[in-house]
């Protein structure tokens, strides 16, 4: 059995994310990434989601997906922009073990965000 079942996805309105959920089979945890992008504005987002949402999300379902990821349990965020101080905001400090699987974007900041 794959360490991981993945299912990927895009939504359809404009400023929609490109989405990810994942089954770690070995920790018996569910998790997805949002990344959005709009020009040099971006938003990177990671949750621990249950297993209804993952069996839920669905490539062709569009925008649903997306707007149930974000009803999970938000780990960790990164933004950047053009006309501001990039930055990242912790939500749990074990998203990296928590998503293990995922190819985690940061900004250029130095100082994150805790947020407890």
């Known amino acids: 059995m794959e360490d991981f079942v993945l299912k990927k996805g895009k939504g359809t309105q404009p400023g929609a994310s490109w989405w990810t959920v994942c089954y770690d089979t070995e920790n018996h945890l569910y998790t ?3 990344y959005f ?3 040099c504005i971006g938003g990177y987002y990671l949750y621990e989601i249950t297993k209804e949402i993952f069996d839920r999300a669905d ?7 997306e707007q149930l990821i974000h009803t ?3 780990l960790y965020e990164d933004h950047s922009d ?3 101080v990039n930055y990242h905001i912790i939500h749990d ?3 990296e073990t928590i998503c293990r699987w995922a190819h985690i974007i940061t900004s250029d900041t130095d100082v994150p965000t805790w947020v407890d």
């Open 32 to 34: 997805a990434e949002c």
């Open 59 to 65: 490539p062709e379902a569009g925008d649903q997906t």
């Open 37 to 39: 992008t709009n020009g």
């Open 93 to 95: 400090n074990n998203y």
């Open 72 to 74: 999970g349990r938000l």
């Open 82 to 84: 053009i006309n501001a």
